[in-house]
């Protein structure tokens, strides 16, 4: 069994508190992975102040040197996959093909970012007095905090220490209390790779302790966060109140609109697909899917027939096709949503049970779940459930599947199946989400692609690709006169 300490200043070090935390196989709970560190505020500062000193040499390394430690980052993780896969499969019982997957995407993620190293971080301006040299350039904010969430415990993390290193900026990193073992491991990677003493810093906690502690602290400039609605308007207020730049990434509600000129077969495999890959834990899966009526019971069987397919189990096993979900809080969050939509009037098309039996021992499975009979006035359509369930419903048009899909305080990933290229394009044009596929499922991100979506599901800055310079530096004007 595994123990970490914290990462700071370069060093592992134990944390104040003198306590650990357990880790426990969401397969079988009754199985401890190993311990963390429980971090208090005290720890906190102290990476922090690890995290400032170091700043002043790291900001002054060509951008070219940061880029090869994160190239050389990639490659020590991709040569540690399988130990890093296994360790995050059971710590939030992701598929073991999922997470390998994951692994395989940081260290892209991390090549991406090495090459940024060697853009332009400026630009030569016009001036109006031809004395003038007039130019920009991209600076650095300082100490970042990082503070991501546990369903992708490796693609989060590095999205968004990645930038925020090539940058010049130093981090303190704090990951979801429950994947606390995967954060060491990618720790440890940076480590191996050569990056500088106090550069990365990782304290694991919770996030009342923890959290609170590196969003509120005073040389904290810049705060980026994943996870819940409620926990990011907290951290946006306590931000705006001490004038920290901050970037959210939210919830979503992510519809699928399905039309009568659509491959029926992609679609229906696609949505499916979006719904239960790493056991709809995606803030990017497909929550919702509108039929047009003509074509609505032809494409509800191809559904049932993909989900069929579906074998629930331990994410080790190679057979296995959809794991647990990630903690008893998650199933009792999962199972209580299913419970609302019957209450409420729909019908379960499929599913809708928690596993059990000595097969599942104790694990938290459950059963990938089809609704019918939704209307979008119903919790499980409205609200975000996070788990493998789908509510299906049926439409007049494409007209009204439009209206009723951007009917949602969310805005983070929508798609479209059809033929028809002219309602493609209003659907990109008219719909409100950050990010748009059309006959696609609502999940995936490339690294070189801006990530992000529209309303309460992100602040507005986008991650990944280009688009997150604009978050990690500040720019700075300079004019230079000349009087020769």
Excluded at 314 to 343: L, N, R
Excluded at 378 to 384: L, Q, R, S
Aim: aromatic fraction near 8%; proline fraction near 4%; charge should be negative.
């Amino acid at each position: 069994m595994s123990h970490y300490l914290n990462y700071v200043g370069g060093e592992w070090v134990a944390a104040t508190s003198g306590t650990k935390h357990e880790h426990f196989n969401p397969a079988n709970p009754s199985v401890c992975v190993g311990t963390t560190e429980n971090s208090t505020s005290e720890d906190v500062d102290q990476a922090i102040i690890e995290a400032k000193q170091a700043f002043v040499n790291w900001k002054e390394m060509s951008p070219v040197a940061r880029g090869e430690i994160l190239r050389k980052a990639a490659d020590l993780l991709e040569q540690d996959v399988q130990d890093i896969a296994e360790m995050a499969t059971k710590e939030m019982g992701k598929r073991l093909v999922e997470t390998k997957g994951e692994v395989l995407r940081g260290a892209m993620i991390l090549r991406y970012y090495a090459q940024e190293g060697m853009r332009k971080m400026g630009e030569l301006l016009p001036s109006m007095n031809p004395q003038n040299t007039l130019y920009s350039m991209r600076v650095p904010l300082g100490v970042v905090s990082c503070i991501t969430p546990w369903n992708f415990p490796v693609a989060i993390p590095i999205w968004k220490m990645a930038p925020a290193l090539i940058y010049g900026n130093t981090v303190v990193w704090k990951p979801a209390q429950e994947t606390g073992l995967t954060a060491a491991k990618i720790a440890e990677v940076f480590e191996k790779a050569g990056l500088p003493k106090g550069v990365l810093n990782l304290v694991n906690g919770s996030g009342s302790t923890v959290g609170n502690a590196l969003v509120e602290h005073k040389d904290v400039s810049a705060i980026t966060f994943t996870g819940s609605n409620q926990v990011g308007r907290l951290i946006a207020s306590k931000a705006v109140a001490t004038n920290k730049k901050f970037q959210l990434e939210l919830g979503g509600k992510n519809p699928v609109v399905v039309l009568e000129d659509a491959d029926l077969d992609l679609a229906a495999k696609l949505t499916v697909e979006g719904t239960m890959k790493q056991t709809g834990q995606r803030c990017t899966a497909t929550s919702r899917v509108y039929v047009v009526e003509s074509i609505y019971e032809q494409f509800k069987e191809k559904l049932v027939e993909k989900v069929k397919e579906i074998k629930t189990g331990d994410g080790m096993q190679e057979d296995v096709t959809m794991g647990p979900v990630a903690s008893s809080k998650q199933f009792d969050t999962v199972t209580s949503y299913i419970a609302k939509g019957t209450e409420e009037g729909a019908n379960i098309l499929y599913g809708g049970k928690a596993l059990k039996g000595e097969e599942y021992s104790g694990g938290y499975f459950i059963e990938p779940t089809i609704f019918e009979n939704v209307t979008n006035e119903m919790t499980i359509a409205k609200e975000e459930i996070f788990g493998p369930v789908l509510a299906v419903i049926k439409v007049a048009d494409y007209q009204e599947a439009l209206d009723q899909a951007n009917d949602t305080m969310y805005g983070l990933s929508a798609s479209l199946f059809t033929s028809n290229l002219d309602k493609a394009f209003h659907f990109i044009k008219n719909s409100e989400a950050g990010m748009v596929q059309i006959n696609g499922e609502t999940g995936g991100a490339e690294p070189q692609a801006p990530f992000g979506g529209m309303k309460e599901s992100s602040s507005g800055t986008r991650e990944q690709g280009q688009a997150a310079v604009e978050f990690f530096t500040a720019y700075k004007t300079v004019a230079i006169t000349s009087f020769l």
